[in-house]
């Protein structure tokens, strides 16, 4: 299979939050490359098209929004 994706992507485990208003959904990054991440999330309904991604590990905030849906995980792009 040929990679044809970006920037490389690198399998992680990392605990995650998804704010949008003021309201913070918990989530896991699988994996994260520089422009864009799959997290997996059980709770996914609730999860807009565009948000904030906080890693409070890593002291980020990261503006995203949603490239793809499956039933537990989302793929996300950094704006």
Known sequence: MVETRIAPRFRVAKP???DHGGDKIKCMIRDISATGA?????????????????VPEDGLKLPCHVVWRKEYRIGVAFD
């Not at 999330?41 to 948000?51: L, N, T």
């Open 16 to 18: 995650a939050k998804i």
């Open 38 to 54: 799959a997290l997996e999330i059980f709770d996914i309904v609730r999860v807009p098209d565009s948000f904030t991604l906080i």
